[in-house]
């Protein structure tokens, strides 16, 4: 791999989970499972585990849940050592409930006055905490928090494009946030926030839904009896348009059939090429999603697809569109069967996968 740093800004969280199965009610007095997670720190783990430099950046307070945090990612090769660490604020919790068969799979935020939310966007150094990286990761779920998180943000796409940065945005809109401007509705708050970030930025990951509820972008009925590949690369090519300095929008498709079983893939589309590429395919080229019918953890499977796209384009293997995801498309049905947010994947698994079609074989 080529010289390649990338950064990450955004929060880390505390998440709180009932064992297996339950719901909260059923678990609770009693004990609830905890790791951390956050959609950017979901990637660096990932990124670290693969094999790629990368740091993290947030905001966290100085107490006792924080020191372990920074151990477990400095464990797992994270550079952690540009953090802001404040006297002021608390640290994000996200409660996650599993679904099973009919039963969807349910978060709750409480993250509200938490550091990241507090701090204004004049505390950050962006140009110290960006020095020696080439890259650049932002989410809509930081922007979403508060005015303060938003305004970092786009202090730091700025920041990071004056310096030539290549900077990769997913779009990851949560309509539990966005709720810090009461004179906007959720859905006009995120778009009028993100058309001042994306501008700037020249990777943008988003599903088929973010699409439509933040820019209103939907296959129209005339083409959705076309082939996949035609559909996902027509609505990949609308929001590449919208922001002119856009390489590459890529799009996790994802199907589900019930909170324990889904079809994964994934469309990664070249803008100076004009051209799509769906993954996974068959031998004969036609798009062939991964089944995975008795998920450990769906939560981060987003984030490893992300991470999985950013290891693929920087690698010297992996760069070409076609190859990049097929690699971010398998390195994130991998981590459906990783329990917690990170993905724990490592590259032998993940060509494991490419090369045999993930039959699941004893490795003697």
């Not at 699409?211 to 129209?220: A, H, S, T």
């Not at 199907?255 to 589309?269: C, V």
């Amino acid at each position: 791999m080529k010289e390649f740093c990338i950064a990450a800004f955004g929060e880390i969280m505390l998440r709180l989970s009932p064992p297996g199965k339950k719901r909260f009610i059923q678990s609770l007095p009693g004990q609830l499972d905890a790791c951390f997670g956050g959609a950017e720190a979901n990637v660096c783990a990932s990124l670290s585990i693969l094999g790629a430099k990368n740091r993290m950046l947030s905001v966290l307070p100085k107490n006792p849940v924080t020191k372990p945090l920074l151990v477990q990612l400095r464990g797992l090769g994270c550079d952690v050592e540009h953090m802001l660490l404040t006297d002021s604020g608390r640290f994000g919790i996200y409660y996650a409930e599993h679904g099973s068969m009919q039963r969807g799979s349910n978060v709750f935020y409480d993250r509200d006055g938490s550091a990241i939310a507090e701090t204004p966007a004049e505390a950050y150094d962006f140009d110290s905490m960006l020095s020696g990286c080439t890259h650049l990761l932002v989410s809509g779920i930081t922007p979403g928090i508060s005015r303060n998180a938003f305004e970092a943000v786009l202090k730091l796409v700025r920041t990071a494009a004056e310096r030539n940065l290549f900077i990769y945005c997913d779009l990851n809109f949560r309509s539990k946030l966005w709720r810090w401007d009461p004179s906007c509705t959720v859905r006009e708050l995120a778009e009028k926030c993100m058309r001042k970030i994306l501008p700037h930025v020249d990777c943008m990951i988003g599903s088929v839904s973010e699409m439509k509820d933040m820019f209103g972008l939907v296959i129209p009925d005339s083409m959705k009896s076309a082939d996949p590949l035609t559909r996902y690369s027509y609505l990949a090519a609308q929001l590449g348009h919208l922001f002119p300095k856009t390489r590459y929008v890529a799009i996790p498709l994802r199907d589900s059939f019930s909170a324990d079983r889904i079809s994964w893939g994934g469309l990664l589309y070249d803008m100076k090429a004009g051209k799509g590429y769906l993954a996974p395919v068959s031998r004969d080229g036609v798009f062939t999603p991964y089944s995975i019918d008795q998920i450990v953890d769906v939560f981060g499977g987003g984030d490893a697809f992300t991470a999985g796209l950013i290891y693929a384009l920087q690698s010297e293997d992996w760069k070409e569109p076609e190859k990049a995801i097929g690699f971010a498309a398998a390195a994130s049905c991998l981590k459906h069967t990783n329990a917690g947010d990170f993905n724990f994947t490592e590259l032998e698994e993940v060509l494991g996968l490419l090369e045999d079609g993930g039959q699941g074989n004893i490795k003697r």
